[in-house]
């Protein structure tokens, strides 16, 4: 067993052993405890961090260094992600690839202190102009965040794309056992530019429309074929399955095993990525389980983000007839009770299906 480490230095370390040179952002709670251990942190490796004047400039300094082939990352939450939004449009028609932390706080604005899931449609829809994904990895552990910040950079690299660690303000507070990974050696990518202005790709700063739209589509493809993930528990036999991911997840994860053990025949089913969405699980929910009655989400959100996903991706593999329902709680974390007492005005027909 690792030692105690809080969730937001837990994962800032592991982007240091996965090999960044550069960390560059603009402090805002609950993120800032990442890029306060990182001042330090990668200075005393002699790696650079960058305190930017705002967010643009952050994401734009990370634009460059994601320009020369370079490892970076950024960190945020809700409002500062927000405000990158441009220049991540701009990486995405680049192919320029990096790492964002976003330890989503609830709310619109300015919003407030408290973990919420309020991002889940921004970051899932790409967020910013034009017509590009980003993977979203989702994790619920401190344990899991560690692992997925250190794989993120080699997914980022390999389809050139952004990939978002999405966690929340209770994920990078909280203290867990951990497990470090070992360091990474430190290497630029080979189509990094160096100065000599020599494009190394025709496609790298070109402006072929239909061949970029083609690459586009292709390298779009490409991530959804091959990076959804996920979890189930108890799915097989399950007359209702819960959908949650990150903190939500984690509390449905205990809920479900107690639930099972009193007889009820419920189930989990844990994305974590967000992006793709993990459709291949309805599938084989599709296959597997003739008996199931339902698919319930549960959020923390106003109404349900991530309710419309389920519902699409539910009737995209022939699970149109079932009803899909939305726990929603606004911030924090969901109680037991509360969920359970929410599930059983599911079933006496008190609180209707969203699709």
């Not at 056992?177 to 430190?186: G, T």
């Not at 008996?291 to 389920?310: A, F, H, S």
Request: contains cysteine; proline residues 5%; glycine residues 10%.
């Amino acid at each position: 067993m690792g030692d105690m480490i809080k969730g937001n230095i837990a994962v800032a370390e592991a982007a240091v052993r996965a090999g960044i040179e550069v960390y560059a952002g603009y402090p805002i709670t609950p993120s800032t405890e990442v890029m306060e251990y990182l001042s330090d942190r990668l200075p005393a490796l002699g790696r650079t961090f960058i305190q930017a004047e705002s967010e643009l400039a952050a994401i734009n300094m990370v634009l460059g260094v994601s320009a020369c082939g370079r490892r970076v990352l950024t960190a945020s939450s809700g409002p500062g992600i927000s405000l990158k939004q441009e220049g991540i449009s701009y990486m995405a028609q680049m192919n320029f690839p990096c790492v964002i932390l976003n330890v989503v706080r609830w709310g619109n604005g300015l919003g407030s202190l408290d973990g919420a899931q309020t991002d889940y449609l921004r970051e899932t829809r790409g967020g910013g102009n034009g017509d590009y994904r980003n993977i979203v990895l989702c994790p619920s552990t401190v344990q899991e965040t560690v692992d997925l910040m250190y794989e993120a950079f080699d997914i980022a690299e390999k389809y050139r794309c952004i990939v978002v660690v999405m966690t929340d303000s209770g994920l990078g507070q909280m203290m867990e056992p951990c497990e470090m990974p070992p360091f990474r050696e430190i290497k630029k990518c080979d189509w990094g530019l160096d100065g000599t202005y020599k494009v190394k790709r025709a496609d790298f700063l070109g402006r072929n429309i239909p061949g970029e739209s083609e690459e586009y589509i292709r390298k779009v493809r490409a991530m959804r074929d091959h990076e959804q993930r996920w979890e189930t528990y108890g799915a097989e036999d399950a007359e209702y399955i819960f959908v949650a991911f990150g903190m939500c997840g984690r509390v449905m994860n205990g809920l479900v095993r107690e639930m099972r053990a009193a007889g009820e025949k419920v189930g989990l089913l844990r994305p974590i990525t967000a992006w793709p969405f993990p459709e291949k699980a309805f599938e084989v929910l599709r296959e597997k389980n003739p008996q199931l009655k339902g698919l319930i989400t549960v959020e923390t959100n106003g109404e349900g983000q991530m309710v419309e996903d389920v519902a699409l991706y539910a009737k995209k593999c022939g699970l149109g007839h079932l009803p899909v329902y939305a726990l929603p709680y606004a911030c924090g974390v969901p109680k037991d009770d509360v969920v359970k007492a929410d599930f059983e005005k599911i079933r006496a027909g008190k609180i209707k299906e969203v699709f």
